[in-house]
């Protein structure tokens, strides 16, 4: 019973404010019920993008469709992103269009899936709980998912000030090139991995699917160059063309 009082205070304080998209990087309480959207984007901060600072609204006006993001920042994996949307199916919701912006390096360490820290900032559900455990996300997760909500800046918080991108990059740093694409792949090229994830990949086109969503896969520009592991994905792409008829 204290638990539960607990979780109620911490949601009661959240949600006294309410959020646009672009104002917070929680995507639980952006989820309504029984929505109908025209397109659904999954991704990490490659598909966020396309929420912050308001460009979900440019986005939606230069393509006259409805918009909803489950694009999760801070480099969300399958696991994650097959997480936020079965929830989004289970209330009820409908997309035409599934559209994931993939990396490849999601599909080669669990840091970026089972042990990414990617729910502290969501509100407490029990609904989303039973998915994180249904979909094996280590304890360290789980617990930092609770213990957030303990922290008096879960208290303190309001929603984000929009903002506007204006700088530019005038030159590439080889080095930090580099750096980034080892920062990427924290554990090494796992072909063990990949195999795993390319499953769990595949399971999610079939969830999108078996609610009568089109599927289509981008694989977003960067300036890092090909990205090791891009041609394992394409080939992994390529099946699912074949298997599933994703675009």
Same mark, same amino acid.
């Given at each position: 019973?204290?638990?539960?009082?607990?979780?109620? @205070?911490? $949601?009661?304080?959240?949600?006294?404010?309410?959020?646009?998209?672009?104002?917070?990087?929680?995507? @639980?309480?952006?989820?309504?019920?029984?929505?109908?959207?025209?397109?659904?984007?999954?991704?990490?901060?490659?598909?966020?993008?396309?929420?912050?600072?308001?460009?979900?609204?440019?986005?939606?006006?230069?393509?006259?469709?409805?918009?909803?993001?489950?694009?999760?920042?801070?480099?969300?994996?399958?696991?994650?992103?097959?997480?936020?949307?079965?929830?989004?199916?289970?209330?009820? $919701?409908?997309?035409?269009?599934?559209?994931?912006?993939?990396?490849?390096?999601?599909?080669?360490?669990?840091?970026?899936?089972?042990?990414?820290?990617?729910?502290?900032?969501?509100?407490?559900?029990?609904?989303?709980?039973?998915?994180?455990?249904?979909? $094996?996300?280590?304890?360290?997760?789980?617990?930092?998912?609770?213990?957030?909500?303990?922290?008096?800046?879960?208290?303190?918080?309001?929603?984000?000030?929009?903002?506007?991108?204006?700088?530019?990059?005038?030159?590439?740093?080889?080095?930090?090139?580099?750096?980034? @694409?080892?920062?990427?792949?924290?554990?090494?090229?796992?072909?063990?991995?990949?195999?795993?994830?390319?499953?769990?990949?595949?399971?999610?086109?079939?969830?999108?699917?078996?609610?009568?969503?089109?599927? @289509?896969?981008?694989?977003?520009?960067?300036?890092?160059?090909?990205?090791?592991?891009?041609?394992?994905?394409?080939?992994?792409?390529?099946?699912?063309?074949?298997?599933?008829?994703?675009?």
């Amino acid at each position: 019973v204290i638990s539960m009082v607990f979780f109620v @205070i911490a $949601n009661v304080s959240y949600y006294r404010h309410t959020y646009a998209p672009w104002e917070t990087e929680a995507l @639980i309480p952006l989820i309504e019920k029984r929505s109908d959207y025209d397109i659904v984007i999954l991704g990490t901060s490659h598909g966020r993008v396309f929420t912050r600072n308001q460009n979900e609204l440019r986005v939606a006006a230069l393509l006259n469709k409805t918009i909803f993001n489950l694009s999760k920042g801070g480099g969300a994996g399958v696991v994650p992103e097959t997480i936020y949307l079965s929830l989004f199916f289970d209330k009820k $919701n409908t997309a035409d269009t599934v559209l994931y912006f993939v990396d490849p390096w999601v599909f080669f360490s669990k840091k970026w899936n089972e042990e990414r820290f990617f729910a502290n900032d969501e509100p407490f559900s029990v609904e989303f709980f039973h998915l994180l455990l249904s979909h $094996n996300i280590e304890a360290k997760v789980l617990m930092g998912y609770i213990q957030e909500k303990a922290k008096h800046s879960w208290y303190t918080q309001y929603p984000m000030p929009v903002t506007e991108e204006t700088r530019t990059l005038c030159t590439v740093d080889p080095e930090l090139i580099q750096k980034r @694409i080892d920062g990427l792949y924290l554990d090494g090229m796992s072909e063990e991995l990949f195999a795993e994830y390319a499953e769990q990949f595949e399971d999610m086109i079939v969830l999108a699917q078996s609610h009568q969503s089109r599927v @289509i896969i981008a694989l977003p520009p960067t300036l890092l160059g090909e990205l090791p592991g891009t041609d394992k994905l394409i080939a992994v792409i390529r099946d699912m063309q074949e298997k599933h008829g994703i675009e």
